[in-house]
């Protein structure tokens, strides 16, 4: 398929519309993406529907498959709350799934072999208690939920599903067995280990038997290197799944 040709339609197309803000609900388009060197002129702005928009972006990820800053915009876009604008495009579950698949990929090489910062962890501890976080938008009134009481049938299943599957509850996961101690939660693990809990869960849970090497103890700051060859569960970490009673 040839996605440059359809890309320069649309963009041809929009542009021969002569659209003006106001007229309708349109958003400003990159021609040229600035991650790949186009600027903010005028002559490389166009102005697109929300449908149009999300197409050129698909397209754009289709063309510069290695751009991890599309890849990044393109899921932004599927994810987007902007106001009480509701964008006419619905997207498929295989299209966000490979777009998913596509982004996740592209921050895990991103992100490989570095460890965050206090000073970025408060940053985002910051941004998701602020106004500007949009996820903040989908609560209280602004959710389709809200003060919607759960037929009895759906509150019925739900009960049901915890009851038979405690390990699944999300209040309750079962017990974090450390070399501290054992602990109810990631979190309370955590606090005693000196370890964030995602940490504490991977040791316990999908890194267990997960043999550790050099670089483990490089970028961990508990790590020694007698460790290196030897398991996290030698090490006294496991997870002993059971009910709270």
């Known amino acids: 398929m040839d996605y440059n040709r359809l890309y320069e339609n649309i963009i041809k197309s929009s542009l021969l519309k002569n659209r003006k803000k106001g007229e309708d609900y349109y958003e ?16 490389n702005l166009v102005l697109l529907t929300a449908k149009e928009h999300f197409v050129c972006h698909l ?41 998913k698949r596509d982004f996740s990929k592209q921050n895990s090489l991103l992100h490989k072999g570095k460890k965050m910062s206090e000073s970025s962890k408060s940053k985002i501890s910051d941004f998701m208690r602020s106004d500007k976080n949009p996820m903040k938008g989908r609560t209280g009134e602004r959710n389709p939920l809200y003060k919607k009481e759960r037929p009895s049938e759906v509150v019925k299943k739900i009960s049901e ?20 101690g054992n602990f109810l939660t990631s979190r309370e693990a955590g606090i005693c280990n000196n370890l964030d809990k995602i940490t504490v869960a991977k040791r316990c849970k999908s890194d267990n ?15 020694k290197e007698e460790f290196i060859g030897k398991t996290f569960n030698d090490l006294g970490w496991g997870f002993i799944s059971q009910p709270r009673k």
């Open 28 to 43: 400003n388009h990159h021609i040229i993406p600035k991650c790949i060197g186009g600027s903010d002129e005028k002559q």
């Open 59 to 99: 397209l754009l990820c289709e063309i510069y498959p290695e751009s991890s800053s599309l890849k990044f915009a393109l899921w932004s876009m599927c994810n987007q709350l902007k106001g009480d604008v509701k964008r006419e495009y619905k997207i498929s579950s295989s299209t966000y799934d490979r777009v």
């Open 161 to 180: 599903t915890k009851l038979k599957n405690p390990e699944k509850n999300a209040i309750f996961k079962g017990t974090y067995v450390t070399p501290m």
């Open 209 to 223: 038997f997960k043999v550790i090497t050099k670089k483990s103890v490089m970028v961990s700051k508990d790590l």
